[in-house]
């Protein structure tokens, strides 16, 4: 199975300052039709998970702006510019190029 | 609107096993993979498995695997991860979710708690 690794697990953050994930695959996520499927899911407290990010750098519907996506093959980052307070909550990547997809351990985003 | 309606909470014993309906409704179901993912109580997701409604055909996580068993009836647009020999490492919340890898389509349920206990 593909190791998602994400760094730091827990990110205290100031408000209005920008915070960074990073997400290491063990092998490549490119996929054989040239696309990477590596997304990012944001959970709040007590709340189902939801999709921000798709194919690296792509916002779902209704993700503010403030939320980015980059990377390629083993090395991926989400951004938030500007934290705000309802950011606060687990974000975890999650790769669906091979099979199974697998998680991230997740990481912790709360306010100073 | 598209939604994914789960039932509620189950407790089981140990040894038992559980089936979870997920109600589709808002789209074709069996234009988009059901997949199912567990998250025991504070830790993080794991991916389960999926469904293709379209031809029943299923992939599951090595780790659930001969354990569980995934369907989708599409009579009533309901997909169903059933569990068996359950135990305590079994207890958590299980979502189901309709996730297209290559567009903006990603839509998940309440989740279900499985508490197994004697």
């Known amino acids: 199975d593909v190791v998602m690794t994400q760094s730091p697990l827990s990110l205290p953050v100031t408000l209005g300052q920008p915070a960074s994930i990073s997400c290491r695959s063990s092998?490549?996520?490119?996929?054989?039709?040239?696309?990477?499927?590596l997304n990012w899911f944001q959970q709040r407290p007590g709340q189902s998970p939801r999709r921000l990010i798709y194919?690296?750098?792509n916002r779902d519907s209704g993700v503010p702006d403030r939320f980015s996506g980059s990377g390629s093959g083993t090395d991926f980052t989400l951004k938030i510019s500007r934290v705000e307070a309802e950011d606060v909550g687990v974000y975890y990547c999650?790769?669906?190029?091979?099979?199974?997809?697998?998680f991230g351990q997740g990481t912790k985003v709360e306010i100073k | 609107e598209v939604q994914l309606v789960q039932s509620g909470a189950e407790v089981k014993k140990p040894g038992a096993t559980v089936k979870i309906p997920c109600k589709v409704s808002?789209?074709?179901?069996?234009?988009?993979?059901i997949h199912w993912v567990q998250q025991a109580p504070g830790k993080g997701l794991e991916w389960v498995g999926l469904?293709?409604?379209?031809?029943?055909?299923?992939i599951y996580a090595e780790k659930f695997q001969g354990r569980v068993t995934i369907t989708a009836d599409t009579s009533t647009d309901t997909a169903y991860v059933e569990l068996s020999s359950l135990t305590s490492e079994d207890t958590a919340v299980y979502y189901c979710?309709?996730?297209?890898?290559?567009?903006?389509?990603?839509?998940w349920g309440q989740g279900t708690l499985v508490t197994v206990s004697s």
């Open positions: 979710a309709t996730i297209d890898s290559g567009r903006p389509f990603d839509y």
């Open positions: 808002g789209y074709t179901f069996t234009d988009q993979y």
């Open positions: 469904v293709d409604p379209e031809d029943g055909e299923t």
């Open positions: 092998q490549s996520l490119v996929y054989s039709d040239g696309n990477t499927y």
């Open positions: 194919k690296v750098s």
């Open positions: 999650m790769q669906g190029t091979h099979w199974p997809w697998t």
